[in-house]
C-alpha cells in the first residue's frame, strides 16, 4: 500500500523576535547640530524652536526618553539614569585630560580652586549692584504671587460668569486663560534665571579682563544678552498682567520700575551684548 502523505502538524512555530532598531550614535559633529547652540539659549527646550538641531537636547532625550518615569525624581530610573549620565561624563572628561596632559601644563586641584575664588571674589565687586538687584526681583515676584494667590482663580470664576451671561464668548474666555498661564509661565522661568545667567556673565568678563589675548566674540557678551532678553520677555509678561488686572497696577509697576533698572545696568555694564550673534538663533535670514 502506498505511505500516507505525513500529516503537517497544526502547531504554529514560534515567531521570531524582531530586533528593535539599534539607536544611531549621536555625533556633536554632525552638520544636522547647530555648533554651541545651548550657549546662548535660555534651556525653555519645550519652547524653543530649534532643540531638533541642539545635540544638548537629543542627547537628554536619549537618556530620559518619553519615559515618565525616568524624569520622576520619586522614581529609580530617574537615579539609574543619572547615575550613567555621570559616568559617560566622567568618561569623556577623561579622554579630554589625557589629550590635554601632553600638550598643557595641567594646574593643581588648590590652583584652580584658588583661581575660581578669584574669579568669583572679582565678579562680585564689579556687578555687585546688578546681581542684587536681580536677586531682589527674585524674591520680589515670589512676595508677589503669594500675596495674589487668589488672584487666577477669582478670574477663571469671573470669566465663567460672563460666558453664562453671554457677555463673553468661550473662545475668547479661553484665549483669556491661555494668556494669563502663558504670562504666568515666562515669568516664573525667567525668575531665578536672571540672576543666575548674570553671575556667569560677570564671572567671564573677570576671565576675558585677565586674559586679553583671546580675541574674538566674548562670552560675558553672548551670556549678557540672553539676561536681557529674559528681562525683556519678563517685562513683556508682566505689562499683560497689568492690562488684565488694571486693579493691581501699583504692585505691578513696582516691579516693572524694578526690571527696567536691572536692564538698564546691564546694558551700561556690557554695551556690546545687544551686537553678540548667537548660533542659530540671531542667524535666520
Excluded at 536681580?134 to 470664576?157: C, G, I, K, S
Aim: hydrophobic content about 35%; overall charge positive.
Amino acid at each position: 500500500m502506498p505511505e500516507k502523505p505525513a500529516r503537517k502538524s497544526s502547531k504554529k512555530l514560534p515567531a521570531k523576535k524582531q530586533r528593535a532598531p539599534r539607536k544611531r550614535k549621536l555625533d556633536p559633529d554632525d552638520p544636522h547640530f547647530i555648533p554651541g547652540i545651548n550657549n546662548y539659549c535660555d534651556r525653555w527646550c519645550e519652547r524653543c524652536e530649534f532643540s531638533h538641531r541642539c545635540f544638548n537636547f537629543a542627547l537628554n532625550e536619549r537618556y530620559f526618553g518619553d519615559d515618565p518615569a525616568a524624569r520622576d525624581m520619586t522614581n529609580q530610573k530617574f537615579w539609574d539614569t543619572l547615575e550613567r549620565i555621570y559616568a559617560d561624563a566622567k568618561a569623556s572628561l577623561d579622554q579630554s585630560l589625557k589629550k590635554l596632559s601632553g600638550t598643557a601644563e595641567m594646574p593643581s586641584i588648590e590652583a584652580a580652586d584658588a583661581h575660581e575664588k578669584h574669579v568669583d571674589r572679582r565678579a562680585r565687586a564689579i556687578g555687585q549692584k546688578e546681581t542684587k538687584l536681580a536677586l531682589t526681583y527674585a524674591h520680589m515676584v515670589d512676595e508677589w504671587f503669594n500675596n495674589e494667590l487668589r488672584l487666577p482663580l477669582e478670574h477663571v470664576r469671573d470669566l465663567e460668569r460672563l460666558v453664562m451671561a453671554g457677555e463673553v464668548t468661550v473662545a475668547n474666555a479661553k484665549g483669556d486663560l491661555v494668556r494669563l498661564n502663558d504670562c504666568v509661565e515666562i515669568i516664573r522661568w525667567y525668575q531665578h534665571f536672571i540672576f543666575v545667567k548674570l553671575g556667569r556673565a560677570f564671572s567671564s568678563l573677570v576671565e576675558e579682563d585677565e586674559n586679553p589675548s583671546v580675541a574674538g566674540a566674548k562670552d560675558s557678551d553672548g551670556t549678557a544678552k540672553v539676561t536681557l532678553i529674559s528681562i525683556e520677555r519678563s517685562l513683556a509678561a508682566w505689562n499683560v498682567m497689568r492690562e488684565m488686572f488694571p486693579e493691581k497696577t501699583d504692585s505691578m509697576l513696582e516691579l516693572l520700575v524694578h526690571l527696567d533698572r536691572l536692564r538698564k545696568g546691564v546694558d551700561a555694564k556690557f554695551p556690546k551684548a545687544r551686537k553678540f550673534r548667537r548660533a542659530g538663533f540671531d542667524e535666520r535670514g
